[in-house]
């Protein structure tokens, strides 16, 4: 974002915001340091090379990175759950973000998880990779997530049918999903195509796709693809596509025509979130 802010240690302490993407770094510092003294003279930094704003959890990322930071040069690193529901303090209680338990578990706990966000979360690791590239692939389109979580939560609370028969038909995907990527051997087709059916839910009952998200999940699908589906609360943001390793090609060559951005990720990431203890002085 190339953004920077310079405010008294007093002022954070105090919570007060600004009200822009920079808040998440705040937020962290006070429920992580507290007191205006600890606060004094903290200074963080923070890059990414993946889209932020995007469905990709990247608020949850940064806040928990930060916390973790802080606890770190603090007087000692943080077990994950308690650096989790710091995070989340930051963004629910501090910003008001309305953010759940799962972007927070999803980042912090490494591999292939089933993340049950109920009033007492859990994470049940499922693999400690996935096997298979993923696509990831960023329609350029913004949108504001606080806005989209309260629609949905709105029309839910409305007893709209379609989110009745969503919030029916999904955890069934997520077991099928869960069991699929478990088995001794992976079918990583019908994965695929449990992925896929979890967008079609997205698409037709919450109606929170885009014609350019559906463009791209089609496209890639006829290329080769196992699956794919949008990230996030949708209506913009990212879309990912599960990928044969011999597809990868043929599957980005089906979206050059369209107004994407494109990252293969090729292998997932077993460890989660971790910390670098500081060097002594």
């Known amino acids: 974002m190339h953004r920077t802010r310079l405010l008294p240690a007093q002022r954070a302490a105090e919570r007060h915001y600004d009200g822009d993407e920079l ?5 962290a510092a006070r429920v992580t ?12 930094t923070a890059t990414t090379d993946l889209p932020i ?6 608020s949850a990322a940064l806040t928990l990175s930060a916390v973790a930071a802080l606890a770190g040069l603090s007087g000692g690193a943080l077990d994950v759950d308690t650096v989790c529901r710091l995070a989340r303090r930051a963004e629910t209680g501090e910003l008001g973000s309305g953010a759940g338990w799962m972007d927070f578990l999803a980042c912090a706990h490494g ?5 049950d966000a109920g009033e007492v979360p859990g994470v049940r690791r499922l693999a400690s990779t996935l096997g298979v590239p993923v696509i990831l692939i960023d329609t ?6 606080r806005a989209v979580l309260a629609s949905k939560r709105g029309r839910f609370q409305a007893r709209e049918p379609g989110m009745i028969t969503y919030a029916r038909e999904a955890p069934l995907l997520v077991d099928a999903l869960s069991s699929a990527l478990t088995a001794t051997v992976v079918d990583f087709r019908e994965a695929g195509r449990l992925v896929s059916a979890y967008h079609g839910l997205l ?3 919450v109606r929170c796709s885009t014609e350019l998200i559906d463009a791209c999940t089609q496209l890639v699908v006829a290329a080769g693809a196992f699956g794919a589906k949008l990230s996030g609360s949708g209506h913009g943001g990212c879309l990912f596509a599960l990928v044969p390793g011999d597809a990868v090609t043929p599957v980005l060559r089906s979206l050059a025509d369209l ?3 494109t990252t293969v990720l090729a ?3 077993p460890n989660g979130l971790t910390t670098n203890a500081p060097s002594p002085g």
């Open 23 to 27: 808040d998440h770094l705040q937020a």
């Open 267 to 269: 292998d997932g990431e």
């Open 140 to 145: 350029r389109q913004r949108r504001t997530t």
């Open 259 to 261: 107004p994407v951005n």
């Open 111 to 115: 591999g292939v998880n089933r993340v």
């Open 33 to 44: 340091l507290r007191e205006a003294s600890r606060i004094a003279g903290t200074v963080l």
């Open 53 to 58: 704003a995007a469905g990709l959890s990247s």
């Open 203 to 205: 698409r037709d009952e």
